[in-house]
């Protein structure tokens, strides 16, 4: 096969690269995507577009979350409409090109927003996946941010509503979990046949038993004590590395497009599987490559990169 790719973070736009990539030789792929949810400056994936968009308010300033303004589910205008539409676009541009590299009756992990999972079902189904589930991981704490309501009618003078919306607040509740969508590329012959042939197919709940529980489809996973956060958006390690024990074995293969900070490829390193890894930011590129040479085996390294706060 094409080793050009092979153990190492590529950085770049993955559709450039995944073209030129062997078909059919994808045993897993595991990536946290962009939510399309105007997180950052990388999560703005559509045309649509306002002065105010990442912008702060007084009341954002030195927050450890919500940072930036986002847009508003009601939107600022009409245009607003075509977001999620514009994102499931982008999601197809590359689901279509990563489709034909999937071995037959290979697993895909896709982490989403609860908002805008759809969409990528969506754009994973037309490209040719099947949706096997929908996993939930339980984060161990969540930043919510619900205004109470009797203090924007105070605000605005309106004394008299106040005993009426007592202990209402604007927003949603807090949320403790992210979507994790589980495709799988279809397969021509019987699930066992395509094991045999692939590799591919089956998953090993004896090794991945918490507690000495099989496992469920609610994850619950934290970081470890001493674990560093490089990136907004990063997840646990223990939690990629279950997934790609449940799904793997060892010197398979495992992508990842969109990389961040490397937690994909060290998880892998760490179980002896092969990975190909795409980044676009050039700074993270640098961080998952530090993190590959300083935190395997375990080692801390002695002068980190600065942490992040994450939410």
């Keep these: 096969m094409n080793t050009d790719f092979l153990n190492k973070i ?4 993955c559709r450039d690269f995944l073209p030129k990539m062997d078909k059919e030789s994808i045993h897993l792929f595991l990536s946290d995507i962009p939510y399309g949810i105007n997180l950052d400056e990388w999560d703005v994936l559509h045309n649509n577009t306002n002065s105010a968009l990442l912008g702060r308010s007084p009341a954002q300033e030195g927050k450890n979350g919500f940072k930036r303004r986002g ?11 075509n977001i999620g539409k514009e994102y499931e676009a982008w999601c197809a541009t590359w689901a279509d090109q990563l489709f ?5 009756g290979a697993s895909a992990f896709v982490f989403g927003a609860r908002r805008t999972l759809h969409r990528v079902i969506n754009a994973f189904e037309d490209s040719g996946f099947l949706l096997k589930d929908v996993l939930a991981w339980k984060k161990t704490s969540a930043h919510h941010r619900a205004q109470r309501l009797n203090i924007v009618l105070k605000n605005r003078g309106l004394e008299k ?5 007592e202990g209402w607040r604007l927003g949603n509740l807090a949320p403790i979990y992210e979507p994790i969508a589980w495709f799988f590329k279809p397969y021509k012959i019987t699930i066992t046949d395509n094991i045999l042939k692939n590799g591919v197919g089956a998953i090993n709940t004896e090794i991945c038993k918490i507690n000495e529980l099989s496992p469920t489809n609610l994850l619950e996973f934290g970081f470890a004590e001493k674990e560093e956060k490089y990136h ?6 223990a939690l990629i590395e279950f997934l790609i024990k449940l799904t793997t074995r060892e010197n398979q293969i495992v992508l990842d497009t ?3 900070s490397g937690t ?4 892998s390193q760490n179980l002896n599987r092969n990975f190909i890894g795409f980044e676009i930011s050039e700074k993270y590129c640098e961080i998952g490559d ?7 085996n375990n080692q801390i390294p002695e002068n980190p990169k600065p942490q992040v706060t994450l939410f």
């Design 10 to 13: 590529t950085c770049g736009d």
């Design 71 to 81: 847009k508003p589910i009601n939107g600022w205008s009409s245009a607003d409409r």
């Design 100 to 104: 034909p590299l999937m071995k037959e």
């Design 161 to 165: 509503e106040l005993d009426e919306w």
């Design 232 to 237: 907004e958006a990063q997840k646990p390690l």
């Design 258 to 260: 969109f990389m961040g």
């Design 264 to 267: 994909t490829a060290l998880a």
């Design 290 to 296: 530090f993190r590959l040479k300083n935190e395997e």
